[in-house]
Every structure is written in C-alpha cells, then in structure tokens.
C-alpha cells in the first residue's frame, strides 16, 4: 500500500541582512528577539509534529499492511472453504444429472413415447406393369394412404419429416419366366433386397425393414437386376409402405446448465493522501542603502508578518492531523463494511446454489414416481389391440369375393377379431397395420386381397408350378370405431397348408 502521506521538510531558509549603521538607541527600542524567540519556539513545536507524524505514518503504514495481510489470508480461507462447498455442491449436481439422465433412459426404453409419436405412414401400389433398368426407382403412383405427406407420388420416394425409427415394407409381382429383382434403398444404403421367378405362372414376395433415419432422410425402392414387374387391378398389386414406430427424442448433452458467479474482481481504490509542506522564506534585505532613507523598524515588520504566518501553517497542521484521524477512522469502516458486503454475497450464492439442489432433487422424485406410473401402464395410452389368426385347412377351394376365415386365434387383444366371420372390426379409431400371408398347392394360384370397407388395400398373388409355395400382403389403414377389415378372394383360389406352411392374418393398432 502507497504510503498515507508524503510530507515535504519544511526548509526555513532565515537570511538577516542587518545594517551595521544604525544607532544604539534604535536596536534597543527597535529589537526582533522577542519575534525571534516566538518563531524559535513555533519552528521547534512544528519540527515535533513532523517527527510525530513520521512515526504515526510508519505505524499507520504498518497497520494497514498488517491488516490487509491477516484480511488476505482470511478471504483465502473463505474462497477455499466456499470452493469446497461449491465442488461438494457440483459434485452432487453431476451425480444427479447422471442420475436423471438414467431415469430418462430407463423411462423411454420401458414404456416409450407413444403419446408423443406423430402419425406418419403411407400405402402406395402400380396398377400397371412395366419393364425396369437396373438401379432404375420404382415409382408407385396410386396412394391409398399417406400420413403426414413424406411419401412423393411423383418420384416414389419418402422422405421422414421427424427423426425416428421407421419400418418399410415393399410387395412385388413377377411375369412368368421374368425375373423381379429389387432393394428397399436408405439414402445410397441397400437395407433389405428380395426377388421373384417362377417359370410358368406370375407370383408375388414381401421384403420387409426397419430403418432409423434422421430429417430429410430418403428411403425408396430401386431395382438391382433388370426386371418385369407386373400388375393388374384384379390379382397382383405391387406395393410399397411405410410407417413411423417411434420418435427420437433429441436432447442437448446438457440437460441441465448452471453458471457460477463467485466473485467480482474489485481493485480497492487507493487514495495517497499527501500533505506537502513547503515553506521557504527568503529573506533578502538590502543594508546598502542610507540611514536617512531606510525606516527605522523595517525588519520588525517582517519578523511580524513570519510569526502571523507559521501560527496560520501550525492551525493548518492541527487541522491535517484531525483529517488523518478521520480518514483513518473511515478506511477501516469501508473495510468492515466490504467484510460484511462479501459475507452477504456469499451467503445468498450458498442459499441460491442449495435452491438449485433441492429443486434437482424435487425434478428427480418426481421423474422417478413418473416412472414407477409408466411402469404400471398409467402413461401407455395407446389400448393393446392386436390379433393374430390362421388357419390348418389346405386344399379347400374358394370363389371369387369369398371371405377366408382363419379361426384358429392364437391372439385377440381388444377382442376385435371374429374367428367365425373371419372379420376385423376396429374398437378405436386409428393406424392399424394388417399383413397376410397365404399358401398355395402346387400348379394352384392363390390370389387374395385385404379389404378396408369393401375397398381393397392390398393384393397379392402365389403360384409355382413345381411346389408349394406362400406369398404376403401388407397394408396401412386408417379406420374409424366400427370399420372392418378382412380377406377377400380375387380369383379361385386353393388355401394349402401343413407344418410348414401356415396361412395367417393378423391386425395391430399402430396409434390413435
């Protein structure tokens, strides 16, 4: 710390010029002694005022140093303690944020979104068959249905509008003696692939796939092998579907974001208060001139006016030493103050910073009762309603607009499926997803379609004429409380099924 004051010695130059000439009657009557011996005896009481406030100064000097040590040490004391509390205080954050972090995990991974998950799904199918090139797309033009708009009837390409897992699906048909080769394509990615031939009669094959794709993303149906497919309104329904299961959630690896303010860096201001001192008189009395001219008393006048002014500088003296005493006195209040200012500081940072935690702490009880409610199925909205039906009769024939009943049920979730009249009827409006998979005898077509209201969705076709062989249909519809759906024959028809062939129907609902 800069020194509290800076005194200047006070230089008292006295040069007496005394006139030698003068009569002995004038010294006696004129003297400056008494003058003299006063400015003497002020002189001596301000050189002891300056010697007291040297040392008053080194004190001073060494006080406050001493003071601003032991406060230093002191508020390193509280940094480091408060640090301490700090960390402990992070340490605890990050164990709950980890915490959180799992609850979610475990959260999502149980129950899922569902709730959250927008309905996008799309069912697009050819009427008429054509020739492909290889890496040519396949474009299915006719939409049955297309949820949230990703699926381009023009291009005959989706492209997700959400982040999620997504799960396709394509139906194809081949010409007699013409290969059908294809790939569902993500991006430049192939991530399913399947073909179709059969040397006499045209038949159909499912390829199926789930991808997770990011917004923007495309997926779409190419052909790998150049192909005939083929198709008509009747028999053969190439298709292409694809429906959104779930949504990923994106979060900021940040959760939770916390800025610290500890302290402001504050540079205490610094007042070097000094009191300079200069007094130099210079007396210069000319005793060339004549004693006729020269008063008399001329000096005596002089000595006077000095007096006056050094007793004027000691009452200033006297007065600085009063302001030292104040300024002291006012310094140290303003350290015990910024003391008690930085207490409370402190003080509410520990109050702000326990608000933080116990607030943490109500986010994960209340995250861990949401998840023991999840867990119970009091978050699961959607209703279970699924089925799942086949049949064990093979070599039964079937005309055209007949209704297969599948009545063995191995599952009825909702109970909405009719083992006698072979009919889905929906208990919820919403997305359902319908798959069927039939069989047929050797040299025997089998040509179903899966019907929504007397509107066929799906079609598909089996024959070979050297063994028996099965094929599949999909579709995505959106129904109404009381809509049915079923299986319909579109040509005669002959159902084979044994241990290794087992015709089926099933329904889920997807979301309401």
């Known amino acids: 710390m800069a020194g509290y004051y800076s005194f200047e010695a006070i230089v008292f130059l006295t040069v007496l010029c005394y006139s030698a000439a003068s009569?002995?009657?004038?010294?006696?009557?004129?003297?400056?002694?008494?003058?003299?011996?006063q400015m003497l005896e002020t002189m001596v009481r301000m050189e002891a005022k300056m010697n007291q406030w040297d040392k008053e100064k080194e004190n001073?000097?060494?006080?406050?140093?001493?003071?601003?040590?032991?406060?230093?040490?002191?508020m390193k004391r509280e940094f480091v303690k408060q640090n301490e509390q700090i960390g402990q205080m992070l340490d605890d954050y990050e164990k709950i944020r980890e915490e959180l972090n799992?609850?979610?995990?475990?959260?999502?991974?149980?129950?899922?979104?569902?709730?959250?998950?927008?309905?996008?799904?799309f069912n697009a199918y050819i009427r008429s068959g054509r020739n492909y090139d290889n890496g040519q797309t396949i474009v299915f033009p006719d939409v049955l249905l297309n949820e949230g708009g990703g699926y381009?009837?023009?291009?005959?390409?989706?492209?997700?509008?959400?982040?999620?897992?997504?799960?396709?699906?394509?139906?194809?048909?081949?010409?007699?003696?013409?290969?059908?080769?294809?790939?569902?394509?993500?991006?430049?990615?192939?991530?399913?692939?399947?073909?179709?031939?059969?040397?006499?009669?045209?038949?159909?094959s499912s390829v199926m796939a789930p991808v997770?794709?990011?917004?923007?993303?495309?997926?779409?149906?190419?052909?790998t092998h150049p192909s005939v497919l083929r198709a008509d309104s009747q028999y053969r329904w190439p298709s292409f579907t694809g429906v959104l299961l779930n949504m990923y959630v994106c979060r900021h690896s940040s959760l939770f974001i916390i800025h610290w303010y500890l302290l402001s860096k504050r540079r205490m201001a610094c007042y070097n208060s000094v009191r300079a001192f200069l007094f130099l008189t210079l007396v210069c009395y000319s005793t060339a001139s004549e004693p006729d001219i020269e008063p008399e008393c001329s000096k005596l006048e002089y000595d006077k006016k000095m007096l006056e002014t050094m007793v004027r500088m000691e009452a200033k003296m006297n007065q600085w030493d009063k302001e030292k005493e104040n300024f002291e006195e006012n310094m140290l209040s303003i350290m015990e103050h910024r003391k008690e200012e930085m207490k409370r500081e402190f003080l509410n940072q520990k109050q702000q910073i326990g608000q933080m935690i116990d607030d943490y702490k109500k986010i994960r009880e209340e995250l861990k009762a949401a998840q023991r409610e999840k867990l119970a199925g009091n978050f699961t909205k959607i209703p279970k309603i699924a089925f799942n039906a086949r049949t064990k009769y093979s070599r039964t024939?079937?005309?055209?607009?007949?209704?297969?009943?599948?009545?063995?049920?191995?599952?009825?979730?909702?109970?909405?499926?009719?083992?006698?009249?072979?009919?889905?009827?929906?208990?919820?409006?919403?997305?359902?997803?319908?798959?069927?998979?039939?069989?047929?005898?050797?040299?025997?077509?089998?040509?179903?379609?899966?019907?929504?209201?007397?509107?066929?969705?799906?079609?598909?076709?089996?024959?070979?004429?050297?063994?028996?062989?099965?094929?599949?249909?999909?579709?995505?519809?959106?129904?109404?409380?009381?809509?049915?759906?079923?299986?319909?024959?579109?040509y005669p028809s002959t159902m084979y099924a044994d241990n290794y062939r087992w015709p089926s129907f099933s329904g889920v609902l997807l979301n309401i």
């Not at 001073?60 to 002191?74: D, G, P, T, W, Y």
């Open 397 to 490: 024939i079937y005309v055209v607009a007949q209704t297969i009943v599948f009545p063995e049920v191995l599952l009825n979730e909702g109970g909405g499926y009719d083992k006698i009249t072979g009919i889905f009827t929906a208990p919820l409006a919403g997305l359902y997803h319908f798959s069927v998979h039939i069989c047929h005898a050797t040299a025997k077509f089998m040509v179903v379609a899966i019907v929504h209201m007397d509107t066929d969705v799906a079609m598909t076709t089996g024959y070979d004429n050297d063994y028996s062989s099965c094929s599949s249909a999909i579709a995505l519809v959106k129904m109404e409380i009381g809509d049915r759906v079923y299986v319909k024959v579109a």
């Open 60 to 74: 001073f000097e060494e006080n406050m140093l001493s003071i601003m040590e032991h406060r230093k040490v002191e």
């Open 102 to 121: 799992y609850i979610t995990a475990q959260f999502e991974k149980v129950a899922g979104n569902f709730t959250k998950t927008p309905k996008i799904a």
């Open 23 to 37: 009569e002995p009657d004038i010294e006696t009557q004129c003297s400056k002694f008494k003058y003299d011996k």
């Open 152 to 204: 381009d009837k023009i291009t005959g390409m989706f492209t997700a509008p959400v982040t999620g897992l997504y799960y396709f699906s394509v139906h194809i048909c081949h010409e007699a003696a013409k290969y059908v080769v294809v790939a569902i394509v993500h991006g430049h990615t192939k991530v399913a692939v399947t073909s179709e031939y059969e040397n006499i009669k045209g038949s159909c």
């Open 212 to 223: 997770k794709m990011s917004v923007g993303e495309r997926v779409y149906v190419k052909c």
